[in-house]
């Protein structure tokens, strides 16, 4: 008998939460034989990234995974095998209450967020709080062997290397979403949080000897994008030119979509946590935009994920690379540190396949999370 999953998501903001929950309970179905529910407090948010979830359900079955309403009110529920809140979610009392009272009691665990400081590898695995005789474990994903690892569904990079190998796919992905860029056009994806520097980094490329055309998904963004354009609205479809800068407004398109736009593209700025790891997995230069926190806990982990994924670069290249990503996680002026990118752009592209090539080679997350439950029974 295949172990039983349940996987709660509390959705807090944006879409990383039920980014990572949703993949990660697609990837146990499909690849692990795992029967999954999973409980989401907001599935509006949800339907963004899969459009084909109904919101009025409180029951219903996508991809194989049995998603449910976390409604405010818990009913009466049997615990599964192995639950999982994620990102410390706070579990129904009920559902508690149904995990002790279980004859043999469940593996119960937090999925943490990623980070790639040294401490995670230490903690990892470790156990945490006891409820009534059950126990909790800390789970993290991470970059370095010792942790969780990082989502990555079995034959994603092989797909990668396919569709970025054929350029009439890509024209034809392209052409779904009204994007036709000029020939040899920089495309490049923008993801992210307000940035008061984007302006700075909008007039460099406008001002560039090379074209640049610039994906940009409805969201956050659009705002600082709109008072740089001059314009008093911006949506989608919007196509707008400012010297050798296209910009175009994208529809934020389903999840498996937006792997393909990443793919698409010579350079991404994301952001979160699941579009960083998936703009990894195009094994293009790409830009993050940290999620910030309180006391600014979140500097820590940028320089952390610098110095890990820096590690190989020439010096003048990484100077390069630090001090975009320090700029851009500031609100700080591109300006300069992008054209010193540019400089620097064949050693980088090359890096980012390494790079994705040397993390593609450890175990996954989901699969590390099957072992973890295997060692523990
Ligand atoms: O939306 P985010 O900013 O989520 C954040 C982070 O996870 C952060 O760590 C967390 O604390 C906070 O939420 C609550 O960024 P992230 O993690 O990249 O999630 C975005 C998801 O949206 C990801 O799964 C990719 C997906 N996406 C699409 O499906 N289509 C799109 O067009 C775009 C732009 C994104």
């Not at 992905?173 to 056009?185: N, S």
């Not at 055309?213 to 969201?219: A, F, K, T, W, Y």
């Not at 001059?230 to 389903?254: H, N």
């Amino acid at each position: 008998m295949k172990a039983r999953w349940d996987i709660f998501c509390s959705v807090v903001d944006n879409y990383g939460d039920i980014g990572v929950t949703w993949r990660l309970a697609r990837q146990l179905v499909a690849e692990h034989g795992c029967g999954v529910r999973l409980w989401v407090d907001d599935l509006r948010a949800f339907e963004r990234l899969c459009p084909e979830v109904d919101v009025r359900l409180d029951r219903q079955v996508q991809e194989g995974v049995d998603v449910r309403r976390w409604p405010a009110d818990w009913p009466a529920t049997e615990a599964a095998d192995v639950v999982i809140a994620a990102f410390a979610c706070q579990l129904p009392p009920g559902y508690m209450e149904a995990m002790a009272a279980r004859a043999r009691t469940p593996l119960w665990m937090n999925l943490d967020y990623l980070s790639a400081e040294d401490w995670v590898v230490g903690c990892h695995g470790l156990p945490s709080v006891k409820f009534k005789g059950v126990q909790k474990y800390f789970f993290f994903p991470g970059f370095r062997a010792g942790t969780g690892g990082l989502l990555r569904e079995a034959g994603l990079l092989g797909r990668r290397l396919a569709f970025q190998r054929n350029a009439a796919w890509q024209q034809q992905f392209l052409q779904t979403l009204g994007v036709f860029p000029a020939a040899g056009a920089r495309l490049m994806s923008l993801f992210a949080y307000e940035n008061a520097g984007l302006a700075s980094w909008l007039d460099v490329l406008a001002a560039d000897g090379c074209t640049t055309h610039l994906l940009i998904p409805e969201g956050r963004i659009l705002g600082d994008v709109q008072r740089w354009l001059g314009i008093e609205s911006l949506s989608v479809g919007d196509v707008q030119q400012r010297g050798a800068l296209t910009v175009q407004v994208l529809p934020f398109v389903p999840q498996t979509q937006y792997d393909h736009l990443l793919w698409c593209c010579d350079f991404n700025a994301v952001r979160g946590e699941d579009s960083f790891v998936r703009a990894q997995w195009a094994g293009r230069p790409f830009l993050w935009h940290i999620y910030r926190q309180d006391e600014d806990i979140h500097l820590d982990k940028l320089d952390a994920f610098l110095e890990l994924y820096t590690e190989g670069l020439s010096a003048p290249a990484r100077t390069a690379l630090v001090s975009l990503w320090q700029a851009w996680n500031a609100d700080g002026n591109m300006a300069h540190s992008w054209k010193k990118l540019l400089e620097h752009w064949p050693e980088l592209t090359v890096h980012a396949e390494k790079w994705c090539l040397e993390q593609g080679s450890r175990p996954d997350l989901a699969t590390a999370l099957v072992q973890f439950y295997v060692n523990w029974i």
